[in-house]
């Protein structure tokens, strides 16, 4: 059974997240989703509109999703690599080359970002205010 984990805000679901997770599961067998608690959100400098609980609810209802799993910091990846016994980390690109200290323990695998939808975009287009970025 290969394994694959990735990890993410994931407000506001969109197209962008669904292409992500798609294609991260075909690299394996089971998907595990590492979900951005409020408080981490609020070290990475992001404010949900969902609370973890309610984008936690929304990402296990996801076909592709087979566990989903809290982040709470940025130290716990390679953590998570041994405890799930990851064999594929998955990121969006926008993300490459931040991850690679990973390939000590697993494959680590970009993939391109969806274009033209990001929570940010969302939030512009209704006239939000709001600093977050996906
Ligand atoms: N994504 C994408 N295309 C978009 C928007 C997002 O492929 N148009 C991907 C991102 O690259 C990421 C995933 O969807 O892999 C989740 O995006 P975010 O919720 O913005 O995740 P982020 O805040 O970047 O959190 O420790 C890692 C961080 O928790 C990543």
């Not at 984990?5 to 294609?23: A, C, M, S, W």
């Not at 391109?112 to 975009?121: A, D, L, P, V, Y």
Request: hydrophobic residues 35%.
């Amino acid at each position: 059974m290969r394994r694959v984990l990735t990890y993410g805000t994931f407000d506001l679901f969109h197209e962008g997240h669904i292409n992500l997770l798609r294609r991260a599961k075909k690299l394996g067998d089971y998907l595990i989703v590492a979900v951005s608690t409020d408080e981490f959100n609020a070290i990475k400098g992001k404010k949900a509109y969902y609370s973890f609980e309610a984008r936690k609810k929304i990402l296990e209802a996801v076909r592709y999703v087979d566990l989903v799993i809290p982040e709470n910091k940025w130290e716990q990846k390679i953590e998570d690599v041994k405890n799930y016994n990851v064999d594929v980390f998955v990121m969006g690109d926008d993300w490459k080359g931040k991850f690679d200290f990973l390939k000590e323990y697993c494959e680590v695998v970009y993939l391109s970002r969806t274009e033209g939808i990001s929570t940010t975009k969302i939030k512009q287009d209704l006239g939000v205010k709001d600093g977050s970025d996906d």
